[in-house]
């Protein structure tokens, strides 16, 4: 279903703690990102990588860090600083270039 | 940046009847569209998406159409049955023009087949 994966499906986390969401793809993929899915607000970016040990800020990265260690890998950790965590998060790769953007089955985290 | 903005938020028609959604977007650099769909629960999915060269892209019942003048899209889908529906969502791209092909979304339709 599309060679990209997220764990878990569900995530429970009290106030003032950081998670990490894991995002593997077995796609080779060059570029990938992570979205943020609230409802009646679309998909807003929070960090995308195009390389290996690059990656850039997106509209709402405050709150949130990455790393890209592996071209296979881009976990995204929610911090303590992240006011509202509470949502659903989507990982999504794509090769080189333009065109479709392949999404992975998302986490959803909730913050007690 | 690129503000995207897309009408309606929901939409009700009976089956066999033809759906349309409208995004207009900012950005005059923009030049990929992509429309996907997402239903209950699921990943968002690619269905059909246009490039700046083109003015309009049939795929099978749906299609989609580009007034890069007036920086407006529409996805259309004819004859509609009841699996169509879902949440639809409607982005625009630089590409390799700019930015990491980083997309910019719409707010989302919630399309609902009637029977």
């Known amino acids: 279903d599309g060679g990209i994966t997220q764990s878990p499906k569900y995530l429970f986390r009290k106030e003032g703690q950081n998670v990490t969401l894991s995002c593997e793809q077995n796609?080779?993929?060059?570029?990938m990102y992570w979205y943020r899915q609230d409802p009646g607000q679309g998909l807003r970016l929070i960090y995308y990588?195009?390389?290996?040990?690059?990656?850039q800020k997106g509209d709402i990265a405050e709150g949130y860090s990455v790393s890209r260690e592996k071209k296979e890998s881009f976990p995204l950790t929610v911090t303590s600083a992240q006011k509202n965590p509470t949502a659903f998060y989507l990982c999504?790769?794509?090769?080189?270039?333009?065109?479709?953007?392949?999404f992975g089955p998302g986490t959803r985290l909730t913050v007690l | 940046g690129e503000n995207v903005e897309q009408h309606p938020s929901t939409l009700s028609v009976q089956e066999g009847d033809s759906a349309v959604i409208k995004c207009t977007y900012s950005?005059?650099?923009?030049?990929?569209f992509p429309w996907y769909k997402q239903e209950l629960g699921k990943r968002p999915q690619l269905i059909i998406d246009?490039?700046?060269?083109?003015g309009e892209k049939k795929d099978q019942r749906i299609a989609v159409t580009l007034n890069k003048t007036a920086k407006h899209f529409s996805l259309h889908i004819t004859e509609t049955q009841p699996e169509d529906s879902a949440v639809y969502f409607c982005?625009?791209?630089?590409?390799?023009?700019?930015?990491?092909?980083?997309?910019?979304f719409g707010t989302g339709t919630q399309l609902k087949v009637e029977l």
């Open positions: 796609l080779n993929h060059d570029a």
């Open positions: 990588s195009q390389i290996v040990n690059d990656f």
């Open positions: 246009i490039r700046s060269n083109v």
């Open positions: 950005d005059s650099a923009s030049n990929y």
């Open positions: 999504a790769s794509k090769i080189g270039g333009s065109g479709e953007q392949f």
């Open positions: 982005a625009a791209s630089r590409g390799l023009t700019g930015g990491g092909n980083k997309l910019t």
